[in-house]
C-alpha cells in the first residue's frame, strides 16, 4: 500500500540544523511532486515547502524561505527537507505529503510525521 | 498571500445532525479549495478537492460547495468519527494556505 515514512526529527538547539527524510513507497515516486507540511503544538497546519516530480521546480514559504532546502532522490524513493538556522518558532510536527496530481498542490497522502523541536 | 478564514471554530453537535462549515477567501480562489480533516494524534486526511469533488474512499455523507471567495463543508449526518478539527487550503496561488482549523465536537 501507499506508505510515506518520515524520520530524522529530534531536539537541536537554536541555530543548528537538521535534515528530514521521508521514505516512500506503493507508488511511482519519480512520478509525483512532493510537499513538507508543518503544525506547531496545538496549532493549524502550514505549507512548507514543494518540489516538482522531477526536481526542477521548487517553492518555499516565506517563513523558511534561504534557510530550509526540498530536494528529493527519485533513485532512492526520499524526499528530503534541510533545515538550517533553525529557529524556536520552527517547533513543529513535519509532515511529507503526496501531491494529488491531478490536480495539482493537494495533498492526498500524508505521512504520520515527525516532531522537531528547537530548543536551547 | 491567500488568507482563509473558518468559522465557527467550534461547532457543537449531536451524532446526527448536519454540520455546516465555512470557508472564505481574502481573494477569489476559483473553485481550488480543498478540505481535511484531522483526527487527535493523526495527520490530516484530504475530504475534498477543487470545492466539490469528493477523495478516493470519502463518504457521500461529506460534500463541499462554493467558488470564489465562499465555500462550505457539509456533513449531513454526523457518526462519532466525524468528530475531528477540519482545515480548508486553497492552491490558486503560491503560497499555499490553509485555514485555522474548525473543530467539530461533540454536544
Known amino acids: 500500500q501507499v506508505q510515506l515514512v518520515e524520520s530524522g526529527g529530534g531536539v537541536v538547539q537554536p541555530g543548528r540544523s537538521l535534515r528530514l527524510s521521508c521514505a516512500v513507497s506503493?507508488?511511482?515516486?519519480?512520478?509525483?511532486?512532493m510537499h513538507w507540511v508543518r503544525q506547531a503544538p496545538g496549532k493549524g497546519l502550514e505549507w512548507v515547502a514543494f518540489?516538482?516530480?522531477?526536481?526542477?521546480?521548487?517553492y518555499y514559504a516565506d517563513s523558511v524561505k534561504g534557510r530550509f532546502t526540498i530536494s528529493r532522490d527519485n533513485s532512492k524513493n526520499t524526499l528530503y527537507l534541510q533545515m538550517n538556522s533553525l529557529r524556536a518558532e520552527d517547533t513543529a510536527v513535519y509532515y511529507c505529503?503526496?501531491?494529488?496530481?491531478?490536480?495539482?498542490?493537494?495533498?492526498?497522502?500524508w505521512g504520520q510525521g515527525t516532531m522537531v523541536t528547537v530548543s536551547s | 498571500e491567500i488568507v482563509l478564514t473558518q468559522s465557527p471554530a467550534t461547532l457543537s453537535l449531536s451524532p446526527g445532525e448536519r454540520a455546516t462549515l465555512s470557508c472564505r477567501a481574502s481573494?477569489?480562489?476559483?473553485?481550488?479549495l480543498a478540505w481535511y480533516q484531522q483526527k487527535p494524534g493523526q495527520a490530516p486526511r484530504l475530504l475534498i478537492y477543487?470545492?466539490?469533488n469528493r477523495a478516493t474512499g470519502i463518504p457521500a455523507t461529506f460534500s463541499g460547495g462554493g467558488s470564489g471567495t465562499d465555500f462550505t463543508l457539509t456533513i449531513s449526518s454526523l457518526e462519532p468519527e466525524d468528530f475531528a478539527v477540519y482545515y480548508c487550503?486553497?492552491?490558486?496561488?503560491?503560497?499555499?494556505?490553509f485555514g485555522q482549523g474548525t473543530k467539530v465536537e461533540i454536544k
Open positions: 505529503a503526496k501531491d494529488l496530481s491531478p490536480p495539482p498542490k493537494v495533498f492526498d497522502i
Open positions: 477543487d470545492a466539490s
Open positions: 518540489i516538482s516530480y522531477d526536481g526542477s521546480n521548487k
Open positions: 506503493g507508488f511511482t515516486f519519480s512520478n509525483y511532486d
Open positions: 487550503q486553497q492552491r490558486s496561488n503560491w503560497p499555499l494556505t
Open positions: 481573494q477569489s480562489v476559483g473553485s481550488y
